[in-house]
């Protein structure tokens, strides 16, 4: 079974802070991918990064996985209001015997920006 | 292009009674999972259909159940359903992907099913 630990659970920071939130596994994955979920909503997809030590930068947000594939950070520079919501990193893998990839997700990092 | 829809977007049941979601893809999108959403597990994966056909499944109980039509829309029932089965359902279409290749997911607003 694998499994996406991602920490903090819960993130309450003031606008203009910076923070990271991290997403570590056991497991190596072929892809990893970072999603924004807000209320009443589905996930968005924000990136998804291939490659083993590979950097990408999305606006205020950059997204790094580990040499190993086997985790993930994103940080967000000087936050916003509107950075609020669920936070969520999703592996992908392609299961014994299946002919797509599958994603296990993590369980999310809540993140509020206060004013 | 329109998105992923769900439908209903609520829905409360009692236990014992069964439900059915609905789940139409993006337009060119074949393949359609299904997840539950719950504080406690966070999100799980429950099964992916492509071209009527179920391709990988999660582990969850038999009375989670999908099928998929010829227009890729997808339905998932849940029979004899549990307070535990309280949750945020989603539906996420994607492209079908041959080995190592990979498509961008889609997901749905997703259907909130209260068991009582």
């Known amino acids: 079974t694998q499994l996406l630990e991602q920490s903090p659970q819960f993130l309450s920071i003031q606008e203009g802070e910076n923070l990271t939130v991290y997403c570590n596994s056991s497991?190596?994955?072929?892809?990893l991918q970072w999603y924004r979920q807000e209320p009443g909503e589905g996930p968005v997809l924000l990136v998804t990064?291939?490659?083993?030590?590979e950097v990408k930068k999305l606006k205020r947000l950059t997204f790094q996985f580990g040499d190993a594939r086997k985790d993930s950070s994103l940080h967000i520079t000087a936050a916003q209001t509107g950075d609020t919501g669920l936070y969520l990193c999703?592996?992908?893998?392609?299961?014994?015997?299946?002919?797509?990839?599958?994603?296990?997700f993590g369980k999310g990092t809540l993140l509020t920006v206060n004013p | 292009k329109a998105g992923v829809t769900q439908t209903p977007r609520y829905l409360i049941k009692t236990r014992g009674q069964q439900v059915t979601l609905s789940c139409s893809p993006i337009?060119?999108?074949?393949?359609v999972s299904w997840y539950q959403q719950t504080p406690g597990q966070g999100l799980q994966f429950l099964f992916e259909?492509?071209?009527?056909?179920?391709?990988n499944k999660g582990n969850f109980p038999g009375r989670f159940s999908g099928r998929q039509f010829s227009n890729s829309r997808s339905e998932m029932n849940v029979s004899t359903l549990e307070l535990g089965d309280s949750a945020l359902y989603l539906c996420?279409?994607?492209?079908?992907?041959?080995?190592?290749?990979?498509?961008?997911?889609?997901f749905g607003p997703g259907t909130r099913l209260t068991v009582l």
């Open positions: 999703a592996g992908a893998h392609y299961p014994r015997g299946g002919s797509n990839y599958k994603l296990t």
């Open positions: 990064v291939v490659t083993g030590g």
């Open positions: 996420a279409s994607k492209r079908w992907a041959t080995s190592g290749a990979y498509n961008e997911q889609f």
């Open positions: 497991s190596v994955f072929s892809s």
């Open positions: 337009s060119g999108h074949r393949s």
């Open positions: 259909y492509f071209s009527e056909t179920q391709r």
